[in-house]
Protein backbone atom coordinates (compact mmCIF):
# COMPACT_ATOMS: atom_id res chain seq x y z
CA UNK A 1 0.00 0.00 0.00
CA UNK A 2 1.44 3.55 -1.23
CA UNK A 3 1.86 5.96 2.07
CA UNK A 4 1.11 9.61 2.12
CA UNK A 5 2.82 11.01 -0.79
CA UNK A 6 3.58 14.79 -1.50
CA UNK A 7 4.57 16.46 -4.62
CA UNK A 8 6.97 18.57 -5.25
CA UNK A 9 9.69 17.17 -2.82
CA UNK A 10 11.77 20.51 -3.25
CA UNK A 11 10.71 23.89 -4.88
CA UNK A 12 12.66 27.04 -4.92
CA UNK A 13 10.81 29.63 -6.00
CA UNK A 14 10.98 33.55 -5.88
CA UNK A 15 9.23 36.13 -3.55
CA UNK A 16 6.19 36.77 -5.23
CA UNK A 17 5.53 33.82 -7.29
CA UNK A 18 2.81 31.07 -6.62
CA UNK A 19 3.39 27.88 -5.61
CA UNK A 20 1.14 24.74 -4.85
CA UNK A 21 2.19 21.74 -2.88
CA UNK A 22 -0.27 18.61 -3.43
CA UNK A 23 -0.48 15.60 -1.14
CA UNK A 24 -2.00 12.46 -1.70
CA UNK A 25 -3.56 10.77 1.47
CA UNK A 26 -3.27 6.72 1.82
CA UNK A 27 -6.17 5.69 0.24
CA UNK A 28 -9.60 5.76 2.14
CA UNK A 29 -8.10 8.38 4.78
CA UNK A 30 -10.97 10.90 5.15
CA UNK A 31 -8.64 13.02 7.36
CA UNK A 32 -5.81 15.13 5.87
CA UNK A 33 -3.92 17.52 8.07
CA UNK A 34 -1.74 19.87 6.67
CA UNK A 35 1.45 21.27 8.87
CA UNK A 36 4.81 23.19 8.40
CA UNK A 37 7.84 23.84 10.10
CA UNK A 38 9.87 27.25 9.29
CA UNK A 39 13.24 27.83 9.53
CA UNK A 40 14.35 27.43 13.87
CA UNK A 41 10.59 26.89 15.07
CA UNK A 42 8.65 24.02 15.88
CA UNK A 43 6.20 22.22 13.03
CA UNK A 44 2.62 24.06 13.55
CA UNK A 45 -0.91 22.36 12.48
CA UNK A 46 -1.94 24.67 9.31
CA UNK A 47 -5.54 22.31 8.95
CA UNK A 48 -7.50 18.96 9.04
CA UNK A 49 -9.92 17.85 6.04
CA UNK A 50 -12.03 15.57 6.77
CA UNK A 51 -12.85 13.87 3.52
CA UNK A 52 -13.64 17.27 1.15
CA UNK A 53 -14.67 19.20 4.15
CA UNK A 54 -12.05 21.73 5.87
CA UNK A 55 -12.81 20.67 10.05
CA UNK A 56 -10.29 23.38 11.14
CA UNK A 57 -7.97 25.80 9.41
CA UNK A 58 -7.59 27.49 12.56
CA UNK A 59 -3.60 26.77 12.02
CA UNK A 60 -3.41 29.03 8.56
CA UNK A 61 -1.62 31.83 8.61
CA UNK A 62 -3.24 34.33 6.59
CA UNK A 63 -4.97 34.86 3.18
CA UNK A 64 -1.94 33.95 0.86
CA UNK A 65 -2.57 30.40 2.36
CA UNK A 66 -5.33 28.47 0.09
CA UNK A 67 -5.81 24.89 0.74
CA UNK A 68 -8.20 22.20 -1.13
CA UNK A 69 -9.24 18.72 -1.24
CA UNK A 70 -11.37 18.59 -4.04
CA UNK A 71 -13.60 14.90 -3.68
CA UNK A 72 -12.19 13.99 -0.70
CA UNK A 73 -8.74 12.70 -2.11
CA UNK A 74 -5.81 14.37 -2.64
CA UNK A 75 -5.07 17.92 -1.33
CA UNK A 76 -3.38 21.01 -2.61
CA UNK A 77 -1.72 23.68 -0.38
CA UNK A 78 -1.36 27.48 -2.59
CA UNK A 79 0.51 30.01 -1.40
CA UNK A 80 0.39 32.98 -3.58
CA UNK A 81 2.03 35.40 -3.33
CA UNK A 82 4.83 33.53 -1.67
CA UNK A 83 7.19 35.24 1.01
CA UNK A 84 10.57 34.66 2.27
CA UNK A 85 8.82 33.72 5.53
CA UNK A 86 6.92 30.66 4.25
CA UNK A 87 10.42 29.14 3.32
CA UNK A 88 10.29 25.66 5.26
CA UNK A 89 9.17 22.57 4.82
CA UNK A 90 5.74 21.57 4.93
CA UNK A 91 4.03 18.08 6.14
CA UNK A 92 0.84 15.70 4.93
CA UNK A 93 -0.49 14.01 6.62
CA UNK A 94 -3.77 11.26 6.94
CA UNK A 95 -5.48 8.99 9.04
CA UNK A 96 -8.30 6.41 8.56
CA UNK A 97 -11.55 7.82 9.75
CA UNK A 98 -12.88 10.65 12.17
CA UNK A 99 -14.08 9.70 15.57
CA UNK A 100 -11.38 7.01 16.20
CA UNK A 101 -8.91 8.99 18.68
CA UNK A 102 -6.28 5.51 17.94
CA UNK A 103 -5.43 5.96 14.92
CA UNK A 104 -2.38 6.26 13.80
CA UNK A 105 -1.16 8.93 11.60
CA UNK A 106 0.97 8.40 8.71
CA UNK A 107 3.01 11.31 7.66
CA UNK A 108 4.16 12.25 4.02
CA UNK A 109 7.99 12.95 3.23
CA UNK A 110 7.25 16.61 2.78
CA UNK A 111 7.94 19.57 0.72
CA UNK A 112 10.83 21.90 1.10
CA UNK A 113 9.70 25.05 -0.15
CA UNK A 114 12.44 27.80 -0.40
CA UNK A 115 11.61 31.22 -1.02
CA UNK A 116 14.09 33.77 -2.38
CA UNK B 1 5.34 28.31 28.43
CA UNK B 2 5.05 25.78 25.47
CA UNK B 3 1.95 23.29 25.56
CA UNK B 4 4.73 20.32 24.80
CA UNK B 5 7.88 20.78 26.10
CA UNK B 6 10.76 18.04 25.30
CA UNK B 7 13.90 17.92 27.18
CA UNK B 8 17.01 17.89 26.49
CA UNK B 9 17.07 19.39 23.12
CA UNK B 10 20.34 18.59 22.08
CA UNK B 11 22.39 15.10 23.29
CA UNK B 12 24.92 13.28 22.24
CA UNK B 13 25.63 10.26 23.44
CA UNK B 14 28.54 6.71 22.89
CA UNK B 15 27.33 3.94 20.91
CA UNK B 16 25.98 1.12 22.99
CA UNK B 17 23.92 3.92 25.92
CA UNK B 18 20.90 3.98 27.08
CA UNK B 19 18.96 7.24 25.95
CA UNK B 20 16.19 8.22 27.18
CA UNK B 21 14.23 11.73 26.23
CA UNK B 22 11.39 13.23 28.19
CA UNK B 23 7.98 14.98 26.89
CA UNK B 24 5.75 16.94 29.19
CA UNK B 25 2.45 18.37 28.77
CA UNK B 26 0.16 20.64 29.85
CA UNK B 27 -3.32 20.07 28.01
CA UNK B 28 -5.71 17.43 27.91
CA UNK B 29 -5.09 14.47 25.16
CA UNK B 30 -6.56 11.35 23.54
CA UNK B 31 -3.12 10.09 22.43
CA UNK B 32 0.81 11.08 22.20
CA UNK B 33 2.63 9.97 19.45
CA UNK B 34 6.71 10.03 19.14
CA UNK B 35 8.06 10.39 15.58
CA UNK B 36 11.07 10.64 14.10
CA UNK B 37 12.67 12.79 11.52
CA UNK B 38 15.80 11.88 9.43
CA UNK B 39 18.12 14.33 8.28
CA UNK B 40 16.62 13.95 4.98
CA UNK B 41 13.11 15.40 6.43
CA UNK B 42 11.17 12.95 6.75
CA UNK B 43 8.93 12.14 9.72
CA UNK B 44 8.05 8.23 10.98
CA UNK B 45 6.09 7.60 13.38
CA UNK B 46 6.97 5.31 16.47
CA UNK B 47 4.57 4.75 18.47
CA UNK B 48 1.22 6.15 19.77
CA UNK B 49 0.20 5.46 23.08
CA UNK B 50 -2.94 6.66 25.46
CA UNK B 51 -1.41 4.74 27.72
CA UNK B 52 1.12 2.37 29.69
CA UNK B 53 3.71 1.63 27.66
CA UNK B 54 4.46 -0.14 24.37
CA UNK B 55 7.97 -1.67 22.88
CA UNK B 56 9.02 -2.12 19.62
CA UNK B 57 12.75 -3.50 18.92
CA UNK B 58 15.39 -1.37 21.43
CA UNK B 59 13.04 1.05 21.14
CA UNK B 60 10.54 2.13 24.50
CA UNK B 61 7.53 4.21 25.19
CA UNK B 62 5.99 4.86 28.40
CA UNK B 63 3.72 7.51 29.27
CA UNK B 64 2.10 8.52 32.44
CA UNK B 65 -1.25 10.27 31.62
CA UNK B 66 -1.99 11.42 35.36
CA UNK B 67 1.68 13.26 35.61
CA UNK B 68 1.21 14.32 31.86
CA UNK B 69 4.52 12.79 31.19
CA UNK B 70 5.69 10.27 28.47
CA UNK B 71 9.60 8.95 27.94
CA UNK B 72 11.47 7.50 25.03
CA UNK B 73 14.04 5.16 25.95
CA UNK B 74 16.44 3.68 23.17
CA UNK B 75 18.70 0.72 24.66
CA UNK B 76 22.16 -0.22 23.03
CA UNK B 77 22.16 2.94 20.76
CA UNK B 78 23.61 2.83 17.64
CA UNK B 79 24.57 5.77 15.43
CA UNK B 80 21.68 4.76 12.76
CA UNK B 81 19.56 6.04 15.66
CA UNK B 82 20.99 9.41 14.96
CA UNK B 83 17.97 12.31 14.05
CA UNK B 84 15.58 14.42 15.96
CA UNK B 85 13.06 12.36 18.14
CA UNK B 86 9.06 14.53 18.54
CA UNK B 87 6.91 14.33 20.59
CA UNK B 88 3.53 15.02 19.58
CA UNK B 89 0.06 15.24 21.45
CA UNK B 90 -3.41 15.50 20.06
CA UNK B 91 -6.42 16.79 21.66
CA UNK B 92 -10.12 16.08 21.13
CA UNK B 93 -10.05 18.23 17.98
CA UNK B 94 -7.57 15.93 16.34
CA UNK B 95 -5.12 18.52 15.77
CA UNK B 96 -0.94 17.48 16.80
CA UNK B 97 0.19 20.05 19.19
CA UNK B 98 4.58 19.59 18.64
CA UNK B 99 7.03 19.38 21.09
CA UNK B 100 10.08 21.42 19.36
CA UNK B 101 12.08 17.75 19.26
CA UNK B 102 15.34 16.41 20.72
CA UNK B 103 18.33 16.04 18.24
CA UNK B 104 20.21 12.52 19.20
CA UNK B 105 23.72 12.03 18.06
CA UNK B 106 24.97 8.75 18.63
CA UNK B 107 29.16 8.82 18.20
CA UNK B 108 30.35 5.14 17.00
Known amino acids: EAGVTQFPSHSVIEKGQTVTLRCDPI?????LYWYRRVMGKEIKFLLH????????ESGMPNNRFLAERTGGTYSTLKVQPAELEDSGVYFC??????????????FGEGSWLTVV | KNEVEQSPQNLTAQEGEFITINCSYS?????LHWLQQHPGGGIVSLFM?????KKHGRLIATINIQEKHSSLHITASHPRDSAVYIC??????????WGAGTKLIIKP
Open chain 1, 93 to 106: ASSPRRGNSGNTIY
Open chain 1, 27 to 31: SGHDN
Open chain 1, 49 to 56: FVKESKQD
Open chain 2, 27 to 31: VGISA
Open chain 2, 49 to 53: LSSGK
Open chain 2, 88 to 97: AVKGSNYQLI
